[in-house]
């Protein structure tokens, strides 16, 4: 009877430590969020001047430094790039235009600065080399230029290496669209950043932005069509729709790296 009651009782103390490291999940979000920024550029339509989002990114050092993937910022004019804060609705692309301060293409990192990131917190790094597979982790965007800050869950699924860059990703049990680029991936059992968002290489984001800067053309048409711009539309529609539950984030000891050949 004795025995029974000490396992009661130490099951009743595992469920009670789970539930408060689920607790503590909505307060990093809540302390991790006002450092999340939107990268955007303004686009023109119809006349208009839309704020367009480009990826995600996150306060990483004093006076606005900001942190994001390089590819959400390739190919944009550098004085085009606009950095807001997720809770941040009222901005002026003046205001918010951010200069470009390092890239490292090899990585897939920037590091921009930003004067309305000058009064947020700069997140935490912390090296993935305690990082164990299993462990959980929150990822922190703006998933298909969706202005409303998203946080999804998900699982380190295991740690790997691009080649030939040798860069060492974190694979994650979570969805990684496009927008999401350039965001922190939180450790919960830390709330320290181990990761930044970035796409698989070989990617269908990838393979399209390749077919479309290739430019490649057809002689022949399908019921009026032209089946290079059906393709294109279909892939396009694809990438927007499709969710594989899959993302990977290049380890933060490279944006750490890249922060000390900075200064």
């Known amino acids: ?15 009670s430590s789970a539930g408060a490291i689920a607790a503590d999940v909505p307060a990093i979000v809540a302390a991790i969020s006002p450092s999340v920024v939107r990268i ?17 990114g996150f306060v990483v050092g004093p006076d606005g430094l900001v942190a ?7 190919g944009i004019p550098p004085n085009a790039v606009i950095v ?19 890239v490292d293409q090899k990585n897939d990192l920037a590091i921009l600065k930003s004067d309305l990131s000058k009064t ?22 703006f998933p298909l230029g969706n202005p409303v800050l998203t946080v999804a869950k998900g699982m380190v ?20 669209n496009k927008g999401n680029s350039g965001g922190p991936v939180v450790r919960i059992s830390t709330g320290k950043v181990i990761g930044l968002a970035s796409l698989k290489e070989g990617s269908l ?16 048409s399908i019921g009026g069509n ?24 290049v380890a933060s000891e490279h944006l750490s790296a890249l922060l000390a050949a900075k200064k």
């Open 84 to 102: 807001v804060p997720a809770d941040i609705q009222t901005f002026t692309p003046e205001s918010a235009k951010a200069a470009i301060v390092a």
């Open 68 to 74: 994001t993937a390089a590819h959400v910022i390739e």
């Open 226 to 249: 032209d089946p290079i711009e059906l393709i294109k539309f279909i892939v396009q529609d694809m990438e927007t729709n499709l969710q594989l539950g899959l993302g990977y984030a």
């Open 205 to 220: 984001q990838e393979r399209l932005q390749k077919l479309m800067r290739e430019k490649p053309t057809a002689s022949i």
């Open 40 to 56: 955007l550029v303004v686009l023109q339509k119809d006349g208009r001047n839309i704020p367009t989002v480009l990826g995600s």
């Open 120 to 141: 947020r917190r700069p997140l935490q790094l912390e090296a993935t080399a305690n990082v164990l597979v299993g462990e959980d982790a929150l990822v922190f965007g």
């Open 1 to 15: 009877m004795k025995k029974l009651w000490v396992t009661c009782i130490s099951i009743i103390a595992l469920l």
């Open 157 to 176: 699924a295991a740690k790997t290496t691009r080649t030939p860059s040798e860069t060492r990703l974190l694979k994650l049990d979570a969805s990684i």
